[in-house]
C-alpha cells in the first residue's frame, strides 16, 4: 500500500520521499492476495464473514464459503494456509474492521465490491502516465494490460499443476464441497493435506516474498525472515518498509 521510496538509503523517520506510482488499500490489498492464494470466486469472496472463520482446531484452522454466496449452492470448507491464517488473524485484530464482513468496502457499510481498480493499478504500476479512470472501465481497448480475479483463480491452478497435483486435487483446492463427506478423522486427514499443498502453491507464487508479507504485512515474528535462502536475501532493502510519514 506505500510504494518504494525513491532513494531508500537515508533509514530514518525524517525522510520520505515517496515516489508517484499508484497504490491501492490494505484491504484491497488482502482481498486480491486471498483471490490468489485461495483461488476462490470473486463474489464469495468478497462476502466472507468473520462467522465464517474457525479457529477451534489452533493447527488446522478452516474456513466457510456459505451456500447463498457459492456456485452450486453448497457449502465449501477450505484450510486456511499459513498466509491466509496470518491475514485474518491481523484483520480480525484491526480497530476498524467490518462488525459482519472481512473484506470491507471503502466506506466500511458492506462488504467490498470488486477489485479491478487495484488489479489495473498493480498490472500497469511500471507504465508511465497510467490513467486509472472509471473503477468499471474496460481498458483492453488502451492497450493496457489487464487482469481479471479470474485470472488469479487460474494462476492458482496453473501452478498446482506445475507442481505436479492432479486434476482431482486442483478441483478439491478450487471449488469443490466437502460438506458431503463423512465426517470426522478423514475429513481432517483431508484438510491437513489440502492445507499441505496451499502451503507449497504459496511457496511456489510467493518465494521468499511470502516471509516478507508475513512479517511485513500481518505481524509475523521477525525470525520467520531466517527461513529467506540468504543467495537472494534481501533483507538490507527493508529498512525502507518501516518508513511511514
Same mark, same amino acid.
Given at each position: $500500500?506505500?510504494?518504494?521510496?525513491?532513494?531508500?538509503?537515508?533509514?530514518?523517520?525524517?525522510?520520505?520521499?515517496?515516489?508517484?506510482?499508484p497504490?491501492?488499500?490494505?484491504?484491497? *490489498?488482502?482481498?486480491?492476495?486471498?483471490?490468489?492464494?485461495?483461488?476462490?470466486?470473486?463474489?464469495?469472496?468478497?462476502?466472507?464473514?468473520?462467522?465464517?472463520?474457525?479457529?477451534?482446531? %489452533?493447527? &488446522?484452522? $478452516?474456513?466457510?464459503?456459505?451456500?447463498?454466496?457459492?456456485?452450486g449452492?453448497?457449502a465449501? $470448507?477450505?484450510?486456511m494456509?499459513?498466509?491466509?491464517?496470518?491475514?485474518?488473524?491481523?484483520?480480525?485484530?484491526?480497530?476498524?474492521?467490518?462488525?459482519?464482513?472481512?473484506?470491507?468496502?471503502?466506506?466500511?457499510?458492506?462488504h467490498?465490491?470488486?477489485?479491478?481498480?487495484?488489479?489495473?493499478k498493480i498490472?500497469?504500476?511500471?507504465?508511465?502516465?497510467?490513467s486509472?479512470?472509471?473503477?468499471?472501465?474496460?481498458?483492453?481497448?488502451?492497450?493496457?494490460?489487464?487482469?481479471?480475479?479470474?485470472? &488469479?483463480?487460474?494462476?492458482?491452478?496453473?501452478?498446482?499443476?506445475?507442481?505436479?497435483?492432479?486434476?482431482?486435487?486442483?478441483?478439491?483446492?478450487?471449488?469443490? $464441497?466437502?460438506?458431503?463427506?463423512?465426517?470426522?478423522?478423514?475429513?481432517? *486427514?483431508?484438510?491437513?493435506?489440502?492445507?499441505?499443498?496451499?502451503?507449497?502453491?504459496?511457496n511456489?507464487?510467493?518465494?521468499?516474498?511470502?516471509?516478507?508479507?508475513?512479517?511485513?504485512?500481518?505481524?509475523?515474528?521477525?525470525?520467520w &525472515?531466517?527461513?529467506?535462502?540468504?543467495?537472494?536475501?534481501? *533483507?538490507?532493502?527493508? %529498512?525502507?518498509?518501516?518508513?511511514?510519514?
Open positions: $500500500t506505500k510504494t518504494y521510496l525513491e532513494d531508500p538509503s537515508p533509514h530514518n523517520a525524517n525522510y520520505c520521499d515517496w515516489n508517484n506510482k497504490t491501492i488499500n490494505e484491504t484491497q *490489498r488482502d482481498y486480491i492476495l486471498f483471490l490468489l492464494l485461495s483461488g476462490k470466486r470473486r463474489n464469495e469472496s468478497a462476502k466472507l464473514k468473520w462467522e465464517d472463520l474457525d479457529w477451534s482446531n %489452533p493447527s &488446522l484452522p $478452516t474456513l466457510t464459503l456459505q451456500p447463498e454466496t457459492v456456485k449452492g453448497k465449501d $470448507t477450505i484450510p494456509s499459513d498466509v491466509i491464517g496470518m491475514m485474518m488473524k491481523y484483520r480480525a485484530n484491526r480497530s476498524n474492521k467490518h462488525k459482519e464482513f472481512v473484506f470491507e468496502n471503502n466506506k466500511n457499510t458492506g467490498i465490491i470488486n477489485p479491478y481498480r487495484s488489479l489495473f498490472a500497469n504500476y511500471e507504465s508511465p502516465n497510467v486509472i479512470g472509471n473503477p468499471q472501465a474496460k481498458f483492453e481497448d488502451k492497450g493496457n494490460t489487464v487482469y481479471t480475479p479470474h485470472d &488469479l483463480r487460474r494462476t492458482l491452478r496453473s501452478v498446482g499443476g506445475n507442481l505436479g497435483y492432479s486434476n482431482l486435487e486442483m478441483k478439491e483446492i478450487l471449488a469443490h $464441497t466437502k460438506g458431503d463427506q463423512t465426517e470426522g478423522y478423514f475429513v481432517e *486427514r483431508f484438510y491437513i493435506k489440502e492445507r499441505e499443498h496451499l502451503n507449497h502453491i504459496d511456489s507464487i510467493l518465494e521468499d516474498f511470502k516471509w516478507k508479507i508475513m512479517v511485513f504485512w500481518y505481524g509475523a515474528d521477525a525470525s &525472515l531466517e527461513n529467506i535462502d540468504p543467495r537472494t536475501d534481501a *533483507r538490507p532493502l527493508l %529498512p525502507s518498509y518501516g518508513c511511514y510519514c
